[in-house]
């Protein structure tokens, strides 16, 4: 069997007047992500770990944010087409890690619909989606809660047994 390991970041600043997505889900909170698309910045790492295991660039790359079709765009779609790549050249996830750094909200409450909504899309059991929630501590921009940082790292495999 053969294998490749990709890994991925994103952050996203936080404001008002957007909805908090992470993961697909909607989470509750006075504040949202700015971005081009939704700003779902946990998707955003996933997708750019996936391509970056197959040494595919990164979903600027797919999804420029020039391009005025991917404005508010759903991250899941997205998702889905990175997908529909990564098994057009015969990979599969074997599993993804993944760690969403935020002061808050309190993200503990949403992690198994996110592991849920994510392993949906992704046609995977919800124990092959890892999803860690923490804090900065305070530190820097995520710290003061300026932002949401997101770390993601996907196995891919190929072959049989």
């Given at each position: 069997?053969?294998?490749?390991?990709?890994?991925?970041?994103?952050?996203?600043?936080?404001?008002?007047?957007?909805?908090l997505i992470l993961g697909g889900i909607?989470?509750?909170?006075?504040?949202?992500?700015?971005?081009?698309?939704?700003?779902?910045?946990?998707?955003?790492?996933?997708?750019?770990?996936?391509?970056?295991?197959?040494?595919?660039?990164?979903?600027?790359?797919?999804?420029?944010?020039?391009?005025?079709?991917?404005?508010?765009?759903?991250?899941?779609?997205?998702?889905?087409?990175?997908?529909?790549?990564?098994?057009?050249?015969?990979?599969?996830?074997?599993?993804?890690?993944?760690?969403?750094?935020?002061?808050?909200?309190?993200?503990?409450?949403?992690?198994?619909?996110?592991?849920?909504r994510l392993a949906q899309v992704l046609?995977?059991?919800?124990?092959?989606?890892?999803?860690k929630a923490t804090t900065n501590e305070?530190?820097?921009?995520?710290?003061?809660?300026?932002?949401?940082?997101?770390?993601?790292?996907?196995?891919?495999?190929?072959?049989?047994?």
């Amino acid at each position: 069997m053969e294998f490749r390991i990709g890994n991925g970041y994103d952050i996203h600043r936080l404001t008002r007047d957007r909805k908090l997505i992470l993961g697909g889900i909607h989470i509750p909170h006075q504040l949202g992500l700015l971005g081009h698309s939704d700003a779902d910045a946990l998707t955003h790492a996933i997708m750019d770990a996936m391509l970056g295991a197959l040494s595919l660039g990164d979903i600027g790359l797919y999804f420029p944010p020039s391009d005025p079709q991917w404005r508010n765009a759903d991250s899941l779609v997205l998702l889905a087409q990175v997908h529909q790549l990564v098994r057009q050249r015969g990979w599969q996830i074997g599993n993804i890690d993944s760690v969403i750094v935020a002061e808050r909200p309190k993200l503990k409450p949403h992690i198994e619909a996110m592991q849920q909504r994510l392993a949906q899309v992704l046609q995977l059991q919800p124990d092959q989606v890892g999803i860690k929630a923490t804090t900065n501590e305070k530190l820097g921009p995520v710290g003061r809660e300026e932002g949401i940082a997101t770390h993601a790292v996907v196995l891919l495999q190929r072959g049989s047994v």
